[in-house]
C-alpha cells in the first residue's frame, strides 16, 4: 500500500499561513519563526561551486545545492532523508501503474505568477531532453509513460508499470515556469536571465568563482525564513573556509576539514554539526574502449584495456588500503564502504565488509590477467570537490604502486573535471580511472545512475562514468525498481548489487564520509545526511 502524504491540520487548527511555515519549517530542520528571526542576513563559506545555474542541466550535488533556494521540486528530502511534500501537497496511488499529484494552491514564482500543473508538465519534460547533460535528470523520469493535467492544481501520472518509487525520483527534478523558462537556454541561466523559481530565496547574482547571492522572497508559501539575504562564498580550500569563520567573516562553514575539527571543538563561541552520511566516495574504471587514453605499459606504449579484465579491478581493489585512508587523512571522519550504502539502508548486503587491503592477492591477480608486470596509470580526481580528495588520490596512486602499477594522480577544479569525465573525449567519458562520488536514498538510485547501461534515450546509466554494462543486471534492477512490496524489491536490489559490485567490481566503492559543519554559535545548522548546505536548514541558536 502506498502512503497518501496529505498534510492534516492538528485538532484546534491553525491559521493556515502559521501551519504552511510550521510544515516547511519542520522540514528544513529549523526551530524558530519567521517573525522571530527576519531581517538577517547569513554568509556562508561553501566548498562546492554549481557547473551551471541551469537547474536541469546536469544531476550534481553542487548543482542541487545552489538551486534548491530558488527552484523548488514536487517533494523533498529533509536533513534525515525523509521524504516530505513540497509544491506537492499529497500524492496517492490510483491503480497500479496510475498516480495522482495534487499542487499546492496559492504557490507563486518571484516574478508573481502562479504555479501550475503545466508548469510540473514542462519541467519534467524539460529536465528528461536536456541537451548535452553530463548527466542526465532522464533517469529520474524514466518510469513516466505520460502525464497530463486534471485541472491548474491536480496531474495524473500513468507509469511503465507499477512505479513505488515515482516520488522519490521527481523530489529531484526541480519545477520551472513555462511562461519564463519555455525557451530559456543554459546560457541564458548561467547570464542570469529568467532564474525564476518559487523558493523562499531570490536569485540575485552568480559571480562565478567567487560567490553567489539570493534575497528572500516575501511570498513564498510558507513564509519568510529566517535570513533576509544569503550570501555564498565559494571556497575550495578547506583551511580557509576555516579561516574565514574564524575572522567572523563566515557565518557557517561545510566540509570541515578533519585535521581542523578538533581545533574547532575547542574554539569558544563555535559549534559543529556532524552526521552519518549516505555519500559514497568510489572509483569508476573505463570498461568500454578497447584502449583507454591514459594506460600504456611501463614504457609508455599502447596496450590493450586492461580495465576490461574483472581480476584487473578486483586487483586495483585489493591494492587500497581503506582502513589507511580514514584512519590518517580523514582522521576518522570516514567509515570504509563495502557497497552503494551504509548496511542500514534498505536494499543493501547486510554481511558485506570492505575489501581488505592485501596487496600480495593484488599482484596474484594482476599475474593472473597477463600484467605480472603492471603497467602505468594516470588517475583523475577533483581539488576540494569532497573532503581532502587531492590527498586521497595521491594515496591509492602510492598504493598502486606497491602491486606494481605505476600510477600518477591528477586533481583539477571540480568543473573542469566532471566536463572532461562525462563528455571530454567526442561526447564520451575521457579519463580511464576517475576518484568521485554519489549520494542515493536507496541501492536502485546508485544502480541506475552508475552502473545501469548508459542509454542516452532512457536516461539509465547517466552518470556511468566507466560505460560497464551488465544486461543480466539492468534486468534485475528494472524489475526491482517495479516492485512494490519493500521486502522483495529489497531483495532484488541486495542481488543486483552482488551483480554489478562484488561480482563484476563495476566500481570500486571505497568510503563513506562523515558529513561537518562548522558555524558561529548564534547560527545553528541542521545537519544533512546528503551532505547539502542549504540556507533554509540554518537557524539562529
Same mark, same amino acid.
Given at each position: 500500500?502506498? !502512503?497518501?502524504?496529505? @498534510?492534516?491540520?492538528?485538532?484546534?487548527?491553525?491559521?493556515?499561513?502559521?501551519?504552511?511555515?510550521?510544515?516547511?519549517?519542520?522540514?528544513?530542520?529549523?526551530?524558530?519563526?519567521?517573525?522571530?528571526?527576519? +531581517?538577517?542576513?547569513?554568509?556562508?563559506?561553501?566548498?562546492?561551486?554549481?557547473?551551471?545555474?541551469? %537547474?536541469?542541466?546536469?544531476?550534481?550535488? %553542487?548543482?542541487?545545492?545552489?538551486? @534548491?533556494?530558488?527552484?523548488? %521540486?514536487?517533494?523533498?528530502?529533509?536533513?534525515?532523508?525523509?521524504?516530505?511534500?513540497? /509544491?506537492?501537497?499529497?500524492?496517492?496511488?490510483?491503480?497500479?501503474?496510475?498516480?495522482?499529484?495534487?499542487?499546492?494552491?496559492?504557490?507563486?514564482?518571484?516574478?508573481?505568477?502562479?504555479?501550475?500543473?503545466?508548469?510540473?508538465?514542462?519541467?519534467?519534460?524539460?529536465?528528461?531532453?536536456?541537451?548535452?547533460?553530463?548527466?542526465?535528470?532522464?533517469?529520474?523520469?524514466?518510469?513516466?509513460?505520460?502525464?497530463?493535467? &486534471?485541472?491548474? /492544481?491536480?496531474?495524473?501520472?500513468?507509469?511503465?508499470?507499477?512505479?513505488?518509487?515515482?516520488?522519490?525520483?521527481?523530489?529531484?527534478?526541480?519545477?520551472?515556469?513555462?511562461?519564463?523558462?519555455?525557451?530559456?537556454?543554459?546560457?541564458?541561466?548561467?547570464?542570469?536571465?529568467?532564474?525564476?523559481?518559487?523558493?523562499?530565496?531570490?536569485?540575485?547574482?552568480?559571480?562565478?568563482?567567487?560567490?553567489?547571492?539570493?534575497?528572500?522572497?516575501?511570498?513564498?508559501?510558507?513564509?519568510?525564513?529566517?535570513?533576509?539575504?544569503?550570501?555564498?562564498?565559494?571556497?575550495?580550500?578547506?583551511?580557509?573556509?576555516?579561516?574565514?569563520?574564524?575572522? $567572523? !567573516?563566515?557565518?557557517?562553514?561545510?566540509?570541515?576539514?578533519?585535521?581542523?575539527?578538533?581545533?574547532?571543538?575547542?574554539?569558544?563561541?563555535?559549534? &559543529?554539526?556532524?552526521?552519518?552520511?549516505?555519500?559514497?566516495?568510489?572509483?569508476?574504471?573505463?570498461?568500454?574502449?578497447?584502449?583507454?587514453?591514459?594506460?600504456?605499459?611501463? !614504457?609508455?606504449?599502447?596496450?590493450?584495456?586492461?580495465?576490461?579484465?574483472?581480476?584487473?579491478?578486483?586487483?586495483?581493489? @585489493?591494492?587500497?588500503?581503506?582502513?589507511?585512508?580514514?584512519?590518517?587523512?580523514? #582522521? *576518522?571522519?570516514?567509515?570504509?564502504?563495502?557497497?552503494?550504502?551504509?548496511?542500514?539502508?534498505? *536494499?543493501?548486503?547486510?554481511?558485506?565488509?570492505?575489501?581488505?587491503?592485501?596487496?600480495?592477492?593484488? @599482484?596474484?591477480?594482476?599475474?593472473?590477467?597477463?600484467?605480472?608486470? *603492471?603497467?602505468?596509470?594516470?588517475?583523475? $580526481?577533483? =581539488?576540494?570537490?569532497?573532503?581532502?580528495?587531492?590527498?586521497?588520490?595521491?594515496?591509492?596512486?602510492?598504493?598502486?604502486? &606497491?602491486? $606494481?602499477?605505476?600510477?600518477?594522480?591528477?586533481? /583539477?577544479?571540480?568543473?573542469?573535471?566532471?566536463?572532461?569525465?562525462?563528455?571530454?573525449?567526442? +561526447?564520451?567519458?575521457?579519463?580511464?580511472?576517475? !576518484?568521485?562520488?554519489?549520494?542515493?536514498?536507496?541501492?536502485? +538510485?546508485? &544502480?541506475?545512475? /552508475?552502473?545501469?547501461?548508459?542509454? =542516452?534515450?532512457? +536516461?539509465?546509466?547517466?552518470?556511468?562514468?566507466?560505460?560497464?554494462?551488465? %544486461?543480466?543486471?539492468?534486468?534485475?534492477?528494472?524489475?526491482?525498481?517495479?516492485?512494490?512490496?519493500? *521486502?522483495?524489491?529489497?531483495?532484488?536490489? #541486495?542481488?543486483?548489487?552482488?551483480?554489478?559490485?562484488?561480482?563484476?567490481?563495476?566500481?570500486?566503492?571505497?568510503?563513506?564520509?562523515?558529513?561537518?559543519?562548522?558555524?558561529?554559535?548564534?547560527?545553528?545548522?541542521?545537519?544533512?545526511?546528503?551532505?547539502?548546505?542549504?540556507?533554509?536548514?540554518?537557524?539562529?541558536?
Amino acid at each position: 500500500m502506498v !502512503q497518501n502524504h496529505s @498534510m492534516q491540520t492538528r485538532a484546534g487548527g491553525l491559521r493556515r499561513r502559521e501551519l504552511l511555515l510550521a510544515s516547511f519549517a519542520a522540514l528544513w530542520g529549523q526551530g524558530a519563526t519567521a517573525q522571530m528571526l527576519a +531581517g538577517r542576513s547569513l554568509l556562508i563559506a561553501s566548498a562546492t561551486e554549481p557547473s551551471s545555474f541551469d %537547474p536541469h542541466f546536469q544531476y550534481f550535488g %553542487p548543482n542541487r545545492q545552489a538551486h @534548491m533556494p530558488v527552484f523548488e %521540486p514536487l517533494a523533498m528530502f529533509g536533513p534525515q532523508l525523509e521524504l516530505q511534500p513540497a /509544491l506537492a501537497a499529497s500524492w496517492r496511488a490510483t491503480g497500479a501503474d496510475t498516480w495522482d499529484i495534487a499542487l499546492r494552491p496559492d504557490v507563486l514564482f518571484h516574478d508573481g505568477t502562479s504555479f501550475t500543473a503545466d508548469d510540473v508538465i514542462f519541467s519534467l519534460a524539460r529536465a528528461t531532453a536536456m541537451p548535452h547533460s553530463p548527466s542526465s535528470m532522464g533517469v529520474y523520469t524514466q518510469a513516466i509513460a505520460k502525464i497530463w493535467a &486534471l485541472d491548474d /492544481l491536480t496531474l495524473r501520472v500513468q507509469t511503465k508499470g507499477p512505479a513505488p518509487l515515482l516520488i522519490h525520483d521527481l523530489a529531484n527534478i526541480p519545477m520551472l515556469s513555462r511562461r519564463v523558462s519555455g525557451k530559456a537556454s543554459t546560457a541564458d541561466f548561467d547570464a542570469g536571465v529568467g532564474v525564476v523559481g518559487t523558493g523562499p530565496f531570490r536569485f540575485v547574482a552568480w559571480n562565478k568563482g567567487s560567490s553567489i547571492r539570493y534575497a528572500a522572497f516575501d511570498k513564498h508559501w510558507a513564509g519568510r525564513f529566517p535570513w533576509s539575504s544569503v550570501e555564498v562564498r565559494l571556497q575550495a580550500d578547506g583551511n580557509e573556509r576555516v579561516k574565514a569563520l574564524l575572522a $567572523g !567573516q563566515a557565518q557557517l562553514i561545510d566540509q570541515v576539514p578533519p585535521a581542523r575539527i578538533a581545533d574547532l571543538r575547542a574554539a569558544p563561541g563555535l559549534t &559543529l554539526s556532524e552526521t552519518a552520511s549516505n555519500f559514497l566516495l568510489f572509483l569508476h574504471m573505463d570498461q568500454a574502449r578497447a584502449m583507454t587514453p591514459y594506460i600504456t605499459d611501463k !614504457q609508455g606504449q599502447a596496450i590493450a584495456n586492461p580495465l576490461r579484465d574483472v581480476r584487473v579491478r578486483k586487483a586495483l581493489s @585489493m591494492a587500497i588500503d581503506r582502513e589507511a585512508l580514514v584512519r590518517s587523512i580523514l #582522521q *576518522g571522519s570516514a567509515t570504509p564502504a563495502a557497497q552503494l550504502l551504509p548496511a542500514s539502508f534498505a *536494499g543493501t548486503l547486510q554481511d558485506l565488509k570492505a575489501t581488505p587491503h592485501d596487496p600480495g592477492a593484488a @599482484m596474484e591477480l594482476l599475474k593472473a590477467a597477463g600484467y605480472p608486470d *603492471g603497467f602505468r596509470l594516470v588517475m583523475h $580526481g577533483t =581539488k576540494g570537490r569532497y573532503v581532502n580528495d587531492e590527498a586521497v588520490l595521491q594515496a591509492m596512486a602510492a598504493g598502486l604502486k &606497491l602491486v $606494481g602499477i605505476d600510477a600518477v594522480a591528477v586533481s /583539477l577544479p571540480s568543473n573542469e573535471f566532471f566536463a572532461r569525465a562525462s563528455s571530454g573525449s567526442r +561526447g564520451e567519458p575521457e579519463f580511464s580511472v576517475i !576518484q568521485v562520488g554519489w549520494a542515493s536514498v536507496e541501492p536502485s +538510485g546508485a &544502480l541506475k545512475g /552508475l552502473l545501469a547501461t548508459s542509454d =542516452k534515450k532512457s +536516461g539509465a546509466g547517466s552518470s556511468n562514468r566507466g560505460r560497464y554494462s551488465n %544486461p543480466a543486471m539492468d534486468a534485475v534492477l528494472q524489475k526491482a525498481v517495479r516492485t512494490v512490496d519493500a *521486502g522483495a524489491r529489497a531483495q532484488l536490489l #541486495q542481488q543486483a548489487t552482488r551483480m554489478a559490485v562484488v561480482d563484476d567490481q563495476g566500481i570500486i566503492p571505497l568510503y563513506y564520509p562523515n558529513n561537518i559543519w562548522a558555524s558561529q554559535a548564534k547560527v545553528k545548522y541542521a545537519a544533512r545526511v546528503d551532505s547539502s548546505t542549504f540556507p533554509m536548514d540554518a537557524a539562529l541558536a
